[in-house]
């Protein structure tokens, strides 16, 4: 079984940056493709991020490209998402995803799933 802990979302004004981690445990933390989603009220979970298993490849969706970084450590078990120019329209709760054979933006590739964090930006 894997367990994925995300935290670091908050409150933050529209501009600011915010950082998420997603732990990982209970497995080896390099056998997985990692990905970030995000859910808004109302809205379907769509895609933010993905990375590959040694972090080679990224994969960053149309409408966080070129604000969003995904990166992963993989001696700390953990992956990351550097936001930056937060706008009030990525307010949601993000969650990130675990998979040992797919990496991707389709929300259905991950078997694995965090509980998520609240990232509310006001304007």
């Known amino acids: 079984q894997v367990y994925l802990v995300e935290s670091g979302g908050g409150l933050v004004q529209a501009g600011g940056s915010l950082r998420l981690s997603c732990a990982v445990s209970?497995?080896?933390?390099?056998?997985?493709?990692m990905g970030w989603f995000r859910q808004a009220p109302g809205k379907e979970r769509e895609s933010v991020a993905a990375?590959?298993?040694?972090?080679?490849?990224?994969y960053c969706a149309d409408s966080v490209k070129g604000r969003f970084t995904i990166s992963r450590d993989n001696a700390k078990n953990t992956a990351y998402l550097q936001m930056n120019s937060l706008k009030p329209e990525d307010t949601a709760v993000y969650y990130c995803?675990?998979?040992?054979?797919?990496?991707?933006?389709?929300?259905?590739?991950?078997?694995?799933w965090g509980q998520g964090t609240q990232v509310t930006v006001s304007s």
């Open positions: 995803a675990a998979d040992r054979v797919r990496v991707g933006l389709q929300v259905t590739l991950y078997h694995y």
């Open positions: 209970g497995s080896t933390f390099s056998s997985y493709a």
């Open positions: 990375i590959s298993w040694s972090g080679g490849s990224t």
